[in-house]
Nanobody
Framework: QVQLVESGGGLVQPGGSLILSCAAS????????MGWYRQAPGKQREFVAV???????NYADPEKGRFTISRDNAKNKMYLQMNSLKPEDTAVYYC?????????????WGQGTQVTVSS
């Protein structure tokens, strides 16, 4: 079993910044990739960014240049630095972790953290 704890969401004005964190714990042998997804009201969950164990990153086009994903492999933690936030960034942001325990591979989701961009 793997537990994911997200933090850092909140209310921010347009143009502002936030840092989201995701901490993974439990039966973890190795994490292959960690990513962020978001879901706005009435919309499907969408990809935001991903980072592999080797540090390779990929971003959804609207987030390129504004968001930065990073991770601390030693602590199994991941971060999302969000700059120049826009009202359309308002959503529940979910952490996703893909990895392996000593007996199986896993794919877990966090509980989500609300980000609201509004004046």
């Amino acid at each position: 079993q793997v537990q994911l704890v997200e933090s850092g969401g909140g209310l921010v004005q347009p143009g502002g910044s936030l840092i989201l964190s995701c901490a993974a714990s439990g039966s973890i042998l190795r994490i292959f990739a960690m990513g962020w997804y978001r879901q706005a009201p009435g919309k499907q969950r969408e990809f935001v960014a991903v980072i592999t164990s080797g540090g390779s990153t990929n971003y959804a086009d609207p987030e390129k240049g504004r968001f930065t994903i990073s991770r601390d492999n030693a602590k199994n933690k991941m971060y999302l630095q969000m700059n120049s936030l826009k009202p359309e960034d308002t959503a529940v942001y979910y952490c996703n972790v893909i990895g392996a325990s000593d007996s199986d591979r896993f794919n877990y989701w966090g509980q989500g953290t609300q980000v609201t961009v509004s004046s």
